[in-house]
């Protein structure tokens, strides 16, 4: 009887947490994010590289949102989890204002 509602509860927490860090691509820098994203994602994420190419318009503003709430990174988990909370705060700033639907759409960093 208690399970469910411990779960549920944990859940919120959780879901809580998360949108308090890192809650609709708002606030992060990306300017930073740019410089970051050039310099510690691109060199996994180019053409023939392991993690294939991938710039912002690979993802509409949405999908940008959840990949960095989930925050599960197929490719490297641990070189994802170095990062500071701010850091891919930034990144994802950058990644989000220029997704495939966004109003300024960009194909590389
Ligand atoms: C050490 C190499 C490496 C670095 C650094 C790296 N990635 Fe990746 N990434 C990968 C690999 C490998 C994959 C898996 C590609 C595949 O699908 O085969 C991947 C996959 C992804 C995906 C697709 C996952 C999905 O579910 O759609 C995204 C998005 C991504 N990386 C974003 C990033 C971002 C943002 C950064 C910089 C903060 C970054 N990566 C840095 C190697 C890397």
Known sequence: MMKPIIK???CIL?????????YAADGGNPKKGKHLYKKE???CHSPGAVGKEMTPMSKTMSQWDRFFKRMKHKGDQEA???FSD????DIQQ???DHAADSDQPQTCG
């Open 8 to 10: 549920a509860a944990a």
């Open 86 to 89: 701010k850091d891919l705060k």
């Open 14 to 22: 959780l879901t809580l947490s998360f949108g308090a860090q890192v």
């Open 94 to 96: 950058f990644l989000y």
């Open 41 to 43: 994602c691109k060199a």
């Open 80 to 82: 994802f989890n170095a």
